[in-house]
């Protein structure tokens, strides 16, 4: 009979299949390549084996142009005054539905000859504000309730979380569109009220955030020294739980704005004559025969912003590893 | 008895649900006294009506009044119409539920396949154009993908009508032709989501050892890719499925307006343009109550799905 | 779907009678079952080329038992997912040689030659049975799936045979445990399951990597007369993968000591352990705990960790932790040497038991050079462990 030995050959952790390996390159953003392989790492290559060069190198581009982008996006929105632009409400009407490039217009001019680019530029301003607006709004309440939920647990954290979850549960367009219907379609009701609605959705990510940061090491040490609950709370959890709070504002951004364009695509957003994306992008809906272009490029713009908020945010959430499905 | 259990943790969130409905349209100024007053309201007739629908009462009680009313199937009257609330929405319910199905049907058909076949081929040249095709999917608004859709194959080639709808009794072929762009363009978002997740979860099962063990059964490579790994690696595709319900409904508001569908969506939007509370009242209650129910089902086919479950045990990542 | 495996089984024989060497040996020098030569196993990573498997060479008989011994990150299991080609499918690894399995080179076969290969003629029992079944198939399913793969069985008969299978494995109830999931088993109990899956098809070849690790000590044993029992009685070949000499020890005919992704000594069971010339199987073999030792007494484990499978020392790649190591050792690395019986290699300079070994040894303990603190080398193998490693037999 062979005898029940316990497996202590040599080395302390028997099961523990794996050299020696730098630990800051096992945590790395590993990606496909590591999972991939995952069979054959338990035994062999220490889970070393990551994303080969090239594509992080291109990754890297990738990130730049959307960092690029989201430069330009703004950078035309917050100028569009002192810009070389035309009045976005000025008319030319023998100039209308001018083609991009036509008669001097880059992006070409709408149904009533106004300039699109100007249109564009002053209109990205408006979904900027109403963006960064609910963004702030969002990430303050929602990052304080989802804070103090998880670092407080029970009751408190109960109710609270309840309410966030049946806020989430319901379509967020359904609620915007019967809060904005009562409230009003002014820029800093329809701003509120988006920010309202993008609470409940931060409440989630900072209290998952908060559960998993309050399991490390250094929370605690400082909980077993005897630190107060607001120096913890301040010191130690929010600057940790405030990054990936940050990265996700950045995908947030790309919601607001696509919620805003639907409610402009409704006719619910801020009232005529201002304009945003949205707006544009519906008005040129009716002139999709004649005039593709009135639709297309307001279109191609949002999606490009969205786009690179989504990339920027996912490249810098995927630093701060914050699970999704921890969510 | 999960089942039980489970039905008892609903009653909460469908009360929370019904409360917030309630003071969404209660707490808002001039309420339906002053509409039912008509255009030259005394004071007089307005207090009469607000003693006779109860209005006077304080809000909790004003609640129960609503919820008991509710309970029983009365959502009230239009303020407009004077149409049943419940029969408005009876009308144009089969429209947002035709839509929603074949979004989600379209977006499924789709994911599967894709997410199984990114995952299988992960970081492969197929891997990588269908994750980037789908992370770019991602940022298309549905409004913006109605809008493609429609000048490409409405008014570019001409394929389908662009707009108008014709009831599936009607004329089953027309109505399927009306309603391919509309579905098309609310399930293109949920078919990005789909596969992404899919094949992040389907990444992580191939390496399971009991995929290895299946594999060296012999088995054939879409045996042991359908049978073995999707099932287990369909959990997080499932609870986005109820909740992208919400999304579906929220969407199919847009979808409907472009498309000039008369849906729940469109009911909505007409009520809210016309100040029809009531009618929002409903509708909004009725779309939270279904994607409640929606999240509760998707708990229940868990259980089915993961046998773990079934018996009550904590599942195990 | 049948008419076409049938052709492709077809085919192969005509290949195995088509190749010159296949022709049927002489008597008393029958062609072994499976042949491993030179296989290499590499990973690519950031930080340079896992050695993982690095240049072994094996073979193993019809109905014979092969124990391969090793510590955590020796490449055993690399080596067994080689040998059944069951690393993931990716361009960062490259397994050359060649591994004949009854002549057939399956490093060279597509997905489809493996697949009537796999469970049909070769098998594998994974090591923790807690994650290689399928949480959520039944039991029945997972068994007879491939029965009717492989061998067209109907749904009944094939039943029919899970039964049987169970009943030979030791599994009470069998007909029950068929419409149950794993997660309602015990861990011995699914360790059975998955050996009763592994046999079903009869193969020729059984790889069991670590079969037993995961198991509660008290199950250990039974598992491993389990697959003794079973191998004797279908004549079937036998790869054993352990860390734990003691496993392999009267279980197996042969025996190979890997160290850092390569064969360091191989040589008959009984020669092995008697005629040891690795330093590192002295080592391994004197940190087994024994029952005989007074209480309290310290296991002499191995000093230091294994090599980094990335940058492998250029000698001996155990030279670093070896009592018995040189200068030679640090710069030359030792090739593979006939020991005193045939059958038998290793991979020393200074082998255990020669002069060349006992005067390296006595050198570095004038001099201090023993690595860790008790110096575990400086004494023999106490004749109780070779004693009670027979008994097992």
């Not at chain 3, 039943?159 to 069998?174: F, K, M, N, Q, Y």
Request: with cysteine; hydrophobic share 45%.
């Amino acid at each position: 009979m062979a005898r029940p030995v316990q497996p202590d050959v040599a080395d302390p952790s028997p099961d523990d299949d794996r050299p020696p390996t730098e630990p800051t390159e096992l945590a790395a953003p590993a990606g496909v390549a590591a999972a991939e392989i995952g069979i054959a790492s338990g035994a062999a290559g220490g889970a070393a084996i990551l994303m080969p060069d090239a594509p992080r190198k291109k990754r890297r581009i990738f990130y730049f142009l959307a960092l690029g982008w989201l430069a330009v996006v703004v950078f035309t929105a917050v100028f569009a005054d002192v810009l070389p632009l035309a009045d976005p409400n000025f008319q030319v009407i023998r100039d209308r539905l001018a083609a991009p490039g036509e008669k001097g217009y880059i992006l070409g001019t709408d149904n009533i000859g106004r300039d699109l680019l100007s249109r564009l530029a002053f209109g990205g301003r408006v979904s900027l504000i109403i963006a960064f607006t609910a963004v702030i709004i969002g990430s303050l309440v929602g990052g304080a309730i989802g804070l103090t939920a998880g670092f407080f647990r029970g009751w408190y954290e109960r109710i609270v979380m309840s309410f966030v979850d049946v806020l989430l549960a319901f379509p967020a367009l359904v609620l915007l569109l019967a809060l904005v219907a009562f409230v009003g379609q002014s820029l800093r009701t329809i701003s509120l009220v988006i920010g309202f609605l993008a609470i409940p959705a931060y409440a989630r990510v900072a209290r998952a955030t908060t559960l998993a940061v309050s399991q490390r090491e250094y929370v605690l040490a400082a909980r077993a020294l005897g630190a107060k609950s607001s120096r913890i709370l301040f010191r130690e959890l929010l600057p940790n739980v405030a990054l990936p709070v940050v990265a996700f504002g950045l995908v947030a951004l790309g919601l607001v704005i696509v919620a805003e364009g639907g409610l402009a695509f409704l006719g619910l957003s801020v009232e005529f004559p201002t304009s945003t994306w949205g707006s544009l992008i519906a008005a040129g809906k009716n002139w999709v025969r004649e005039s593709p272009h009135l639709a297309l490029i307001p279109s191609v713009v949002m999606l490009l912003t969205v786009l690179s908020l989504n990339y920027v945010g996912d490249t810098l959430r995927s630093r701060f590893d914050v699970r999704e499905s921890a969510l | 008895m999960v089942v039980l259990r489970k039905l008892l943790t609903l009653v909460p969130t469908v009360l929370l649900v019904s409360f917030l409905t309630y003071l969404l349209v209660d707490l808002l100024p001039g309420d339906a006294a002053t509409q039912l007053a008509g255009n030259d309201p005394q004071e007089e007739t307005i207090r009469a009506i607000r003693e006779d629908l109860g209005l006077d009462k304080p809000l909790l009680i004003r609640y129960v009044y609503w919820l008991g009313d509710v309970a029983t199937g009365d959502f009230g009257r239009s303020y407009r119409t004077n149409q049943p609330v419940l029969e408005a929405i009876g009308e144009r319910l089969p429209i947002t539920l035709q839509l929603g199905l074949m979004a989600m049907l379209f977006a499924l058909f789709l994911s599967i396949p894709l997410g199984v076949l990114s995952a299988f081929k992960a970081n492969t040249p197929i891997d990588k154009t269908i994750t980037t095709v789908s992370f770019g999917l991602l940022a298309v608004p549905n409004f913006v993908m109605a809008l493609l859709l429609l000048y490409v194959f409405a008014v570019e080639l001409g394929w389908f009508p662009p707009v108008g709808w014709t009831r599936l009794t009607a004329d089953v072929g027309d109505n399927l032709r009306r309603s391919v762009l509309p579905a098309l363009s609310l399930s293109i978002g949920q078919l990005a989501v789909y596969t992404r997740l899919l094949r992040t979860d389907m990444i992580a099962t191939l390496q399971e050892d009991f995929v290895a063990m299946a594999k060296a059964k012999g088995l054939p490579t879409w045996r042991i890719l359908f049978t073995h790994a999707l099932r287990p690696s369909s959990f997080s595709l499932l609870t986005i499925i109820g909740l992208q319900v919400g999304g579906l409904i929220g969407g199919a508001v847009i979808v409907e307006q472009f498309f000039a569908l008369p849906g729940i969506g469109r009911l909505l939007l007409e009520s809210i343009q016309q100040r029809d509370l009531i009618i929002v009242q409903g509708v909004v209650l009725f779309i939270g109550l279904t994607t409640v129910l929606a999240n509760f089902a998707v708990d229940l086919v868990y259980s089915v799905l993961d046998p773990r479950i079934r018996r009550g045990s904590t599942r195990t990542a | 779907m049948a008419t076409r495996r049938e052709a492709r089984r077809h085919q192969r024989e005509l290949q195995r009678l088509g190749e010159p060497d296949a022709a049927p040996p002489p008597a008393g020098a029958e062609r072994a079952l499976l042949e491993i030569d030179d296989l290499r196993t590499w990973f690519r990573s950031p930080r340079g080329t896992v050695h993982a498997v690095d240049g072994v060479s094996l073979s193993l008989e019809r109905g014979k038992t092969l124990g391969i011994v090793g510590e955590s990150g020796s490449g055993k299991t690399v080596l067994s997912r080689s040998i059944m080609r069951l690393l993931p499918r990716s361009t960062t690894v490259h397994p050359t040689g060649k591994v004949l399995f009854d002549g057939r080179d399956l490093l060279t076969l597509e997905t489809g030659e493996l697949q009537d290969i796999w469970g049909e003629e070769m098998a594998m029992v994974f090591q923790d049975p807690m994650t290689s079944l399928n949480p959520v198939v039944k039991i029945g399913r997972q068994i007879t799936e491939g029965l009717r793969h492989h061998l067209h069985m109907s749904k009944n008969d094939a039943r029919e045979a899970a039964v049987a299978l169970l009943t030979s494995v030791g599994i009470p109830e069998p007909i029950r445990r068929l419409n149950q999931y794993p997660h309602e088993l015990s861990g011995g109990m699914r360790q059975r399951v998955t050996i009763a899956i592994a046999l079903a098809c009869g193969p020729r070849l059984l790889i069991a990597d670590e079969p037993t690790t995961a198991l509660d000590v008290t199950v250990q044993a039974q598992i491993l007369d389990l697959l003794q029992k079973q191998q004797r009685e279908r004549f079937m070949a036998l790869v054993l993968i352990t860390h734990d000499l003691g496993v392999v020890a009267g279980r197996s005919d042969e025996i190979a000591v890997m160290y850092a992704g390569k064969v360091v000594e191989r040589a008959p069971a009984y020669e092995l352990f008697h005629q040891m010339r690795m330093p590192y199987t002295e080592a391994l073999l004197k940190s087994i705990p024994r029952v005989t030792n007074p209480s309290h007494t310290r296991l002499q484990a191995i000093v230091g960790r294994p090599p980094d499978l990335v940058n492998l020392p250029k000698g001996c790649k155990f030279a670093p932790r070896c009592p018995y190591a040189q200068e030679r050792c640090v710069e030359e690395e030792p090739p593979l040497l006939p020991g005193p019986t045939p059958g038998h290699e290793f991979r020393c300079w200074f082998p255990v038991g020669t002069p060349e070994g006992t005067s390296a040894l006595q050198r570095n303990l004038r001099e201090g050079r023993i690595p860790g603190m008790d110096n575990p080398a400086a004494q023999p193998v106490p004749p109780d462990v070779l004693e009670q490693l027979e008994s097992n037999a």
